[in-house]
């Protein structure tokens, strides 16, 4: 099941703590200018006051750091992925490589990279939230009219009748339920695909823009790896982070009870709650290491095996030439295009 996660950890032997190292340093670097930027353009909000005119201002920042994330803190995601590809294809890498795409001509193609991703994402984002309404409408109306039409009529008939809508409501529940976690699997499947864009980008920032849309979607569906493993492998993981982390609150709450209660410190007691927080932070970062190391590896994993369909492809076409004798882009290995 973990065959993505188990196959970077292989490969990347060894770098996890560099790699998370170098995240955490980036993340801190991205959050820090953000907020910058932030503080620098609210300040003018201290003399415009109230008003209209604080509004429209208001609107304006939100412009301005929108297109601050999308030039900048986009663009250092894009170097925190490359900490990853480098690990795991044992390459030298550092602090250095997370600006990468500001070097040698690629950050054009990823500002348009970005900018098709987030359109892209917006538009799948509303149709499947529209798709998500009109289901959950469909569902609830048949059981808000059954729910309506129940009427008491003595003791005896109200007892069925509210055994009869208890029945019903925990029906529309489940199904609500339901719903909303098959829809989230687009999202995560969504997910998945952007993260591969970059991935592609990464591996070769140079190639048209679209033609990255169709790696990405080729070593997705279409190079033979297993997408069911990686997206439940990763959803697993997920879950049991989500489960480490109630129950380490839960454990942490009920300890420093019992040593507030046997102490009467609330020093102690905090440090108990602080020590719980950070260990669930770590085992937190650590899984999501893992799960975007697992789509590294889905990737290379994939491109591997096309580049490897392509050579053979090409070898054919060689030896029975096409009427004009050239071999098509699409067959040429990923490493020539």
Request: glycine share 8%.
């Amino acid at each position: 099941m973990f065959q993505y996660q188990s196959l970077f950890r292989r490969n990347a032997e060894g770098q996890a703590g560099k790699i998370i190292g170098l995240t955490i340093l980036a993340g801190i670097m991205m959050a820090v200018s953000f907020f910058a930027v932030m503080l620098i353009t609210l300040l003018p909000l201290i003399a415009i006051g109230e008003g209209t005119w604080a509004i429209l201002y208001a609107i304006i920042i939100f412009f301005l750091l929108f297109l601050f994330s999308v030039f900048v803190i986009y663009p250092l995601g894009i170097g925190i992925i490359k900490f990853f590809t480098s690990a795991y294809q044992r390459t030298p890498y550092g602090f250095s490589d997370l600006f990468f795409v500001f070097r040698g001509g690629r950050y054009g193609k990823a500002i348009k990279l970005t900018i098709l991703v987030i359109v892209a994402y917006l538009v799948i984002n509303f149709a499947i939230s529209m798709l998500m309404q009109l289901v959950l409408t469909a569902i609830n109306l048949p059981f808000s009219a059954a729910l309506g039409g129940m009427s008491y009529e003595g003791l005896e008939a109200s007892a069925a009748m509210v055994t009869g809508q208890i029945g019903l409501v925990i029906l529309m529940v489940t199904l609500n339920l339901l719903v909303v976690f098959l829809m989230y699997i687009p999202f995560i499947l969504l997910m998945i695909y952007m993260v591969l864009l970059y991935l592609v980008y990464v591996d070769q920032p140079h190639i048209p823009t679209f033609d990255k849309f169709s790696i990405a979607f080729k070593v997705m569906f279409q190079a033979g790896q297993s997408l069911v493993k990686l997206f439940f492998s990763n959803v697993l993981l997920m879950i049991g982070v989500t489960v480490l982390y109630i129950i380490g609150i839960i454990a942490a709450a009920l300890l420093g009870s019992l040593v507030l209660g046997a102490t009467d410190s609330g020093i102690l007691f905090a440090l108990i709650l602080i020590a719980a927080g950070l260990v669930i932070l770590g085992v937190y970062i650590y899984v999501m290491y893992m799960m975007l190391g697992s789509v590294v590896a889905f990737y290379f994993e994939g491109r591997n095996e096309l580049d490897s369909r392509a050579a053979e492809a090409a070898v054919y076409s060689s030896e029975v030439p096409a009427h004009d004798g050239r071999i098509g882009d699409e067959l040429k290995p990923l490493d020539e295009r």
